[in-house]
């Protein structure tokens, strides 16, 4: 009986996410946590535990923050009591109770819970693993918020220095952290770094998605911006015109 009640509500979860209509699926997410608070088996709380998670979601995806950090928290209480204080999942809850607090502009909390998913992540994976660099990715991003741009680019480096040594090759991670980067370089005025990170995703864009991303006009888009700062008008209006070509094939497509 639970695990059908949690068949139908990850059925009605996908539906509902579909059709941006998140409250269907709330209902059967109480029934199965209903059904789940009298048991005590190890698979019946791991089921109670991704029940949580999806209701946080839920709540996250719907702006409900501080009903989301409340199912993440007693996500995070089952999961200790399930597979002791050090386990994948909970620097994994860790890590979404940051972003909440993250988007809340809750800048200290942020790092404080990734400070605590990256210690749980180095005793898990050691000192190089790509989540641990997600999540030097995601530290990074808080301290671009507070202006403390000198930290932030220092854990950018280490981040993409280590998704390097992961990956081994072109991969999406290593693309948003060049655009983090070259973003932090951007607003700090280093135009001429800021160009070369971007230029560097830019072409590993192309190699991974294709000429044709929408993402690709973006990238372009913001690359003719930095030839405009640097009053390199020609080059810039180039790359203006191939990010508006970009633009008008995409839309012939849709």
């Known amino acids: 009986e639970i695990s059908a009640c949690l068949v139908g509500s990850e059925m009605c979860i996908r539906d ?3 059709k941006g209509d998140f409250d269907k699926a709330l209902p059967l997410y109480t029934e199965c946590l209903e059904a789940l608070s009298s048991t005590e088996t ?12 999806n209701v946080a979601l839920l709540y996250n995806k719907q702006g409900k923050y501080d009903l989301s950090l409340k199912r993440y928290t007693d996500c995070l209480e089952l999961n200790r009591n399930l597979h002791g204080n050090i386990h994948v999942a909970s620097a994994d809850v860790l890590c979404c109770m940051a972003g909440i607090h993250e988007k809340q502009k809750e800048y200290t909390e942020a ?6 998913s990256l210690e749980m992540k180095r ?7 790509a989540s641990i660099a997600d999540t030097l990715n995601d530290t990074a991003v808080v301290l671009t918020h507070q202006s403390n741009f000198e930290e932030a680019l220092s854990l950018y480096e280490f981040s993409l220095e ?15 952290t060049l655009n983090n980067m070259a973003y932090v370089y951007y607003i700090g005025g280093n ?25 690709v006009a973006v990238s372009v888009s913001n690359i003719a911006i930095l030839f405009d700062k640097q009053c390199k008008y020609a080059e810039a209006l180039a790359m ?3 990010s508006l070509e970009h633009k008008r094939r995409l839309q012939r497509h849709v």
């Open 16 to 18: 509902s996410s579909n």
């Open 42 to 53: 190890a698979a019946d709380m791991q089921i109670k535990v991704d029940t949580l998670t």
């Open 111 to 116: 790092l404080q819970l990734y400070a605590e």
């Open 123 to 129: 005793k898990i994976y050691g000192d190089e693993h």
């Open 162 to 176: 280590m998704k390097r040594d992961v990956y081994k090759a072109d991969h999406s991670s290593i693309v948003d």
């Open 191 to 215: 135009y001429a770094e800021s160009l070369r990170l971007y230029g560097e995703r830019l072409a590993m864009m192309k190699r991974l998605f294709g000429e044709e991303h929408p993402s």
């Open 240 to 242: 203006y015109k191939e």
